[in-house]
């Protein structure tokens, strides 16, 4: 990486810098116990003010968690579901990482990168997802130099664990069978 110190001090201390402020800004911890609360809400929330799905589009659902994730009424009605089960958090994730992903600045996508790590990724994270060491392990590198792809990994897991887990759940659920009656 940084051969011979003495032909390029400058640009290896220049780079090993920013790998110390990237990795620090990641490990930091709160500042205070205020950082952790997490917002309760007393009214579960309503799906979003879309037209409803038509009945072919609501059965597609049963098979295809992406075509569920797509449209907005489908998705506000999984939200409400996992919020109902206390298991929003895999979904809270996905989300946070397909917004993540449309971020262009690289200040904004480290700062984002923290705050998706510390909220989902880190041990004893407030609402942290189920993902396996390699998965984390993987991410955290990924982090060092933050791109549109840190976090694909983990999505990818979180995705599977939904597909395989929620929406079997999501499609026997009452939020569901009112869609095709």
Known sequence: MCKGLAALPHS????????????????QKPESAIDLVIPYNEKPEKPA???????????QWRD???????NNYGLASFKSFLKSEFSEENLEFWMAC?????IKSPVKMAEMAKKIYEEFIQAEAPKEVNIDHFTKE?????????????FDVAQKRV??????????????????QEFIK
Do not use: W
């Open 12 to 27: 290896c201390l220049e780079r090993a810098k920013e790998i110390k402020i990237k990795l620090g800004i990641l490990l």
């Open 49 to 59: 003010k879309t037209q409803k799905p038509s009945l072919d589009e609501a059965l």
């Open 64 to 70: 295809s968690l992406d075509k569920l994730l797509q």
């Open 98 to 102: 397909e917004d993540y992903k449309k």
């Open 138 to 150: 993987i991410t955290v590198k990924n982090l060092v130099e933050p791109s549109t792809s840190s």
């Open 159 to 176: 995705h599977a664990l939904m597909e395989k887990d929620s929406l079997p759940r999501f499609v026997r659920s009452e939020f569901y």
